[in-house]
């Protein structure tokens, strides 16, 4: 059994990470304060580094009005494009796969690969740093799901059923995407 001070911590614990999933505020849960617009570490492909950037936090009557309702409905909502049916699942050009919620360089066409699902599949991210991961036992599975670093926008899931060299399969909503074409 735990002590005391040990669930309290954890149950401090618990709370700093229900605060900081995207809409919970919106939803009537615990308002999100931690890390609100604090500076981030992120990959820029452009610069081909690291640089830092801010948080993005917009209420859900902004992020509305910045996305599509199909992006809302998969990026704020945590919805699923049927497979086979988004604009990137077979794009073969080269380039850079954004968030469409705020910009954020996630993925290069060099790392994308056919995995048969009907959605883009990659094996890599431009960086670690611009993603982060999250439980998600919905559906009566447990699965990681994939979200924006930078805006906290539900991307996909991440499954260890990928090739080499990761063994990784990044398996995403085309509509959570931008993709921006390598310019020669």
Known sequence: MLKRTSQAVLI?????????????????????????????????????????????????????????????????????????TGKYAHNREQGIYRCAGCGLDLFRSEDKYDSGTGWPSFFAPVSPDNITTAADNSLFSRRTEVLCRRCGGHLGHVFDDGPKPTGLRYCLNSAALEFAAAVE
């Open 12 to 84: 401090a614990a618990l709370l700093v990470f229900i605060s900081t999933v995207p809409g919970c505020a919106e939803r009537g849960g615990t308002p999100a304060v931690v890390e609100k617009n604090g500076p981030i570490k992120v990959y820029s492909y452009e610069r081909k580094g690291f640089v830092m950037s801010e948080k993005i936090v917009r209420s859900e009557a902004e992020w509305k009005k910045h996305l599509t309702p199909e992006q809302f409905r998969i990026m704020r909502e945590k919805g699923t494009e049927q497979a086979g």
